[in-house]
């Protein structure tokens, strides 16, 4: 019995090391398929898409950076309401890197389109533009501006990688375009780099000194390993400096850029902006657009200063140079800056302690809070942090012609309000 009992270890031992084997002849990205089995945890919706069976780790990985941007908010800490930030995204040959699946230019590309509709949602009047490098010379892809599309379509155009990285020659580039911002602007750059050297034509810190005297934020995330200049940069401009380690951490470092950071206090210097609201004209009629300098059919926005057409907003006349608004961007950037305080969350056996002074009941329905039917009361702050802060969620049905809606206070107390539905 114990000789079999010992063969049989033995065989198992040599089938594993038959699987080390093979797992050792793949790559990073083909190990973690056949090792996590990623397949078996979707399952398909009633669209027909596929969705991760448990989404609880997305939510807590949400509530986590919410609470992060809550806790720089709790000081009364000055935050810039308009941001003009370059991504400077690094096209050189170590951006084909196959360490992150399928490679690192394409994880770039993925969450950099994520990136930039997530900012706009959270800072309206701010403006983004796409600086490259690809052998060795920096290229502005796209100039400043509010519309998500235009810079999402034209970096996906442009994904081919080659040559070398120059740090020093994408500095110099940003650094001309940002001069030209108005001082009410917070200049920011963020870098995403890929190499592990940067060939300057000359001295990088009396470039890094210059972006300094500019008021410019630089951060930097790195897709290999750290380097000394990036994190030197970092340091003297006020910016932060990370290192992803896998394709889920660099997801989560490029998001916690989208809202705004604390201002730096020598440059916190508050402004008063002359703003324009457009009126929208109407869909047949066909003027000459301003910033294309071109006949254009179709709605645009009409300056109410020097009635020139823009096509898209939050921009900046192109005539008589007014930062032209609509009042949604202003109410959102308003609320984004105030957020909501985050949920307390109160466990059943604290609950259940008769002790214990919270409410047991809901306000609203009167239902116990430790019923299982009331579990999504976590989802809801999760919802309403990250999705719809001045509607938390709770839907109920009655009598299949209104739905009720929960809204939480922040002692987990609900009040209903009907919403009458179709």
Known sequence: MNNGAGRRINGGAEEDDDEDDVNG???????????????????EDESGMLRPIDNQALYHSQYRRRLRSLSSTAARIQKGLIRY???VIDLSRAASEMDFRPSRIAVIAKHVET???????QNPLSQVGIVTIKDGVAHCLTDIGGSPESHINALMKKLECSGDSSLQNALDLVDGYLNQIPSYGHREVLILYSALSTCDPGDIMDTIQKCRKSKIRCSVIGLAAEMFICKHLCQETGGTYSVALDESHFKELILEHAPPPPAIAEFAVANL???????RAA???????????????????TCPRCKARACELPTECCVCGLTLVSSP?????????FPIAPFDEVTSSHLNNPNCKLQRNC??????LLDPELSFLMLAGFWSQETNPGLPLCARSANGTSAWIVTFTFMRVCTIVPVVTA
């Not at 306000?363 to 116990?368: A, E, R, T, Y």
């Open 283 to 301: 869909e047949g009629s066909i003027s000459i657009c301003s910033c294309h300098k071109e006949a254009k059919v179709g709605a645009g926005y």
């Open 115 to 121: 990136f930039i509709r997530e900012f706009f949602y």
């Open 273 to 279: 902006i002359k703003m324009g609201f457009p009126q």
């Open 25 to 43: 002849d793949l790559d990073a990205w083909e190990r973690t398929y056949t090792d996590e089995r990623s397949w078996e945890s979707l399952q």
């Open 85 to 87: 930030l370059y991504i």
């Open 363 to 368: 306000f609203g329905c009167q239902q116990s």
């Open 329 to 337: 961007h202003l109410a959102r950037s308003y609320h984004h800056l």
